[in-house]
């Protein structure tokens, strides 16, 4: 099997030959890697506007936000969202994401990587990107006190990302994958019901255009969303990547309450596992995350994270767990 049947095969539970496997380099060499991203290029006319004030660096994103950061090591954050007022919302302009001279780069390397399972990302489905535009403070507050304000931002721009599918699915993408990060350490950030009220519309508007358009939806969060598994399962999505499955009781309560119903997309636990630095212990979590979620004819993909350092330990850590993954990776 090439890795998009493969992978077509564990998001449909219809047998795989292994489990997905999405594994960057270690130490310059290839892992095993069933995946190939797509984006958009670059908007020729965008200016960061990149200065320094009282030794600190600013800059704009695409959607007008001022950012900053006090560290270099980090990424920073938004200290000035392109809303400062609700009164602006109707002169807002969105970026021009939906111009398809952009994605003709994407097209070039899906045709360069036919065999492989090819995904577009996505800058979010709404929250990632309009808890920016208004800064996430500002954003969560305004969810009790603005509700119509955040209802029409969440559908200009999840319009938008509804575009971007499409143009997707035009470069012969076989998904679309994006982070939310939705949850802290215990629960979601806004009540469920909130949720449901101002945010339910825009994934189920997102995933069914793509179901229509046969693509699969790869979602990220951080956190416990175990408030949303449900209504996101129930709206179409097809994979979901969590770092951190202590949260939801580990892999074993995961597989309770969702094996076989959504695929998982994930390496041994960042938090807890990851970080005992025990091989033994390391490779024993593999192990079970493919025996449970891997365990209904598809419906697992093990994968390493990004960011070794900023968890504490080596890659030779991360490695002990995708040694394990390619002992038990065929099914029988």
């Known amino acids: 099997m090439t890795s998009k049947e493969i992978i077509r095969r564990v998001v449909d539970f219809s047998g795989p030959e292994r489990i997905?496997?999405?594994f960057s380099p270690y130490q310059e060499e290839p892992r095993l890697n069933d995946f190939i991203g797509i984006g958009a290029t670059p908007d020729p006319d965008f200016d960061d506007r990149h200065h320094e004030r009282d030794g600190k660096p600013y800059?704009?994103?695409?959607?007008?936000?001022?950012?900053?950061?006090?560290?270099p090591t980090h990424s920073g954050e938004v200290v000035e969202g392109a809303i400062s007022d609700w009164a602006q919302l109707d002169d807002f302009q969105l970026p021009p994401l939906d111009d398809p001279s952009?994605?003709?780069?994407?097209?070039?390397?899906?045709?360069?990587?036919?065999?492989?399972?090819?995904?577009?990302?996505?800058?979010?489905?709404?929250?990632?990107?309009?808890?920016?535009?208004r800064r996430l403070d500002n954003f969560l507050a305004d969810c009790a006190l603005y509700p119509?304000?955040?209802?029409?931002?969440?559908?200009?721009?999840?319009d938008l990302m509804v575009r971007m599918a499409e143009l997707y699915a035009e470069a012969g993408a076989d998904g679309?994958?994006?982070?939310?990060?939705?949850?802290?350490?215990?629960?979601?950030?806004?009540?469920?019901?909130?949720?449901?009220?101002?945010?339910?519309?825009?994934?189920e508007k997102l995933f069914g255009r793509c179901q229509e358009l046969g693509l699969d939806v790869w979602m990220h969060s951080c956190g416990c969303v175990e408030d949303i598994i449900d209504p996101l399962i129930g709206a179409g999505v097809a994979a979901l990547q969590f770092d951190q499955q202590s949260v939801y009781g580990g892999?074993?309560?995961?597989?309770?309450?969702?094996?076989?119903?959504?695929?998982?997309?994930?390496?041994?636990?960042?938090?807890?596992?990851?970080?005992?630095?025990?091989?033994?212990?390391?490779?024993?979590?593999?192990?079970?995350?493919?025996?449970?979620?891997?365990?209904?004819?598809?419906?697992?993909?093990?994968k390493n994270y990004g960011d070794?350092?900023?968890?504490?330990?080596?890659?030779?850590?991360?490695?002990?767990?995708y040694e394990a993954w390619c002992e038990v990776m065929y099914y029988e």
């Open 148 to 158: 119509d304000h955040v209802r029409e931002l969440n559908r200009r721009v999840n």
């Open 251 to 302: 892999v074993e309560g995961l597989n309770e309450r969702y094996g076989g119903r959504v695929v998982f997309h994930l390496p041994v636990d960042i938090q807890t596992i990851l970080l005992t630095c025990d091989k033994d212990i390391i490779q024993a979590e593999a192990r079970k995350a493919r025996r449970l979620l891997g365990g209904y004819n598809g419906g697992f993909v093990a």
């Open 308 to 321: 070794h350092r900023a968890l504490g330990i080596s890659e030779d850590e991360q490695q002990w767990a």
């Open 20 to 22: 997905g496997m999405s």
């Open 59 to 71: 800059w704009y994103d695409m959607w007008g936000n001022l950012w900053s950061k006090a560290d």
């Open 176 to 203: 679309i994958v994006y982070c939310e990060d939705w949850g802290t350490q215990d629960r979601l950030m806004i009540h469920p019901d909130m949720w449901k009220d101002l945010f339910l519309f825009t994934f």
């Open 102 to 133: 952009r994605y003709e780069d994407a097209k070039r390397a899906r045709a360069e990587h036919p065999d492989m399972y090819c995904c577009g990302g996505l800058p979010g489905c709404g929250f990632n990107i309009t808890r920016k535009i």
